[in-house]
């Protein structure tokens, strides 16, 4: 399974955020598929709160169409969402983007919409900085 290119870069923005990596990829069995969604993280809050638990999906979004990775990734999120329903339901499911993809084509429609009809959980990362820039919930 190839790793995005920006996989190494969220990894390592999650750790600098608090985060512990616990699978490399996530894998989970569901049915008769084997799914593997890039990144599981844990962060505990604090003594007195229940950790959180998150999976991630990189995207990059550098190819020609931005409306035809949209379309992937949406797909491949919700399908992801579905099995972390069954198998993890304490788990949320974020999809990664560029900071820069966000800035320039997350925030207008129609990915806006999909974004808020489908209550797509974002975080952004600035990759030169190996940073997330805002967690969208």
Do not use: C
């Not at 560029?98 to 806006?112: L, V």
């Amino acid at each position: 399974m190839a790793k995005d290119v920006f996989h190494d870069v969220v990894r390592h923005a999650l750790e600098k955020d608090g985060w512990t990596i616990t699978q490399d990829p996530f894998h989970i069995r569901y049915g008769i598929a084997d799914v593997y969604i890039d990144l599981a993280a844990d962060r505990t809050i604090a003594a007195e709160k229940e950790g959180q638990k998150i999976a991630v999906e990189i995207k990059r979004f550098i190819r020609g169409s931005a409306i035809s990775e949209f379309h992937t990734a949406l797909g491949q999120f919700l399908n992801y969402r579905i099995v972390l329903n069954a198998e993890e339901p304490d788990r949320a499911l974020y999809l990664a983007v560029p900071n820069s993809t966000y800035q320039s084509f997350f925030k207008f429609e129609p990915a806006s919409i999909a974004i808020a009809q489908y209550s797509v959980q974002l975080l952004t990362y600035d990759a030169t900085r190996e940073a997330i820039v805002q967690w969208i919930n």
